[in-house]
């Protein structure tokens, strides 16, 4: 993935070619007001196309469209394919294409270069192509699990490469138009322009505007609390945050911080986060659940997570709770300690319901869909609510069952973003806390 990442920025870079043709010009069967129009011009801007003037594209075609979007080599070769000889003008990205895993050909060493391409086809090209992730899961009428094409098409409806038709169906038999195959190779480099963006900025990220408490009128308010110091939040959602300028909660597991284990933060990133402006909370020291260690054990587990993250950032004023695991014995006693403790229960918080000790939170899992997110959110901004949502790892595949990809968590705070801070402003758990107590 990271390697493929790299080529296609290169290509990206190296491939703006300076030219003042006019797109419309050059391509008279799509004209600005055809739906493929911006796709077409941002293809044809970097370089990828190449335009013939039939409507529906052959296998060598559509072969040569994708090397050259992921940056192959295209001088003509013979290849491995009797159909396929190097006086074919695609022999190059063919060859290239059957190296690089994209395509097989046929059992009969052909590659059958004039034949037309199903749009189910085109989709296996791409996602193999592009190495893409796994997103959330979709409904489609007419693919399902078992068909060759299914996960393909998965990842692309889930990246918002495709929206299928308006029917519910994506039509894996159709063939695939010249049109339809340029707007799935320009949302998929779209796509991974804005993967990429912030893991090329990390380093050189600027912080959050401060907290301003006279921005509160009685709206809704939305914190964004991850749980266990994920690796993945420092690279994925911290630089997402940075780009929306919405703060966040980082609840760190203070155990980890200096064990060299590569899945979660260290103390540098620990200390990089609170430094542009994110508030650092103690997940405990090592994450047992807290309702089964004895009192002085549940003591331990805070004054030692304390003392680690305030030696490295200062005040530490919220708790998250390990595994969801919570009652009035450890409740009592983080009362000493704590400022505020965030528990699960899918519940919004109001001024009847709140309970600094108790705050309730949606969970994201690696089947919540955007529609499920802007739910909770809508709630919230008509109630005047509180909305914390409890996050974990922010990942490319979103394998575990708990991990969200970069792109939906991007979704969600683009819509956020969109609200308005007067409808809905965006806290930490602590000046969230700070909000309620006025
Ligand atoms: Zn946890």
Redesign the pocket.
Known sequence: MKLRKLMWLALIVCFVFPTNTKVSAKFADVPPIHSSYEDVKYMFEKGILDFGDTDIVTRAEVIGYIARSVGLDGTPKNTRFKDVSIKNKYSGYIHSAFEAGIVNGFSDDTFRPNEEVTRGHAAVFIARAFDLPHGQHVVIKDVSEGDLEYTAVQQLYALDITKGYGDGTFRPNNSLTRAHLITFLARTLQYLEKIADPLLTVETLRPITAFDESQYNGQARITFSY??GFISNYLNSVPLHVKYDIPATFNI?AGNVYSGNERYMDSKQVWVTHNLGFEIAS?TLS?RSLTELSDEEIHEEFIESKFILEDLVGKISTL?V??SLYDERVRNIATEYFDGVRVFSRQLITEENYDPYWMTSYVTLNTTSFSNIKDWIDRAVADKAWLIIML?GVTDTAEGEYEITPYLLDQVLQYVDQLGKEKLLPVSTSDGITLMNR
């Open positions: 749980d266990d597991i997940h994450h998250t390990p595994n974990h």
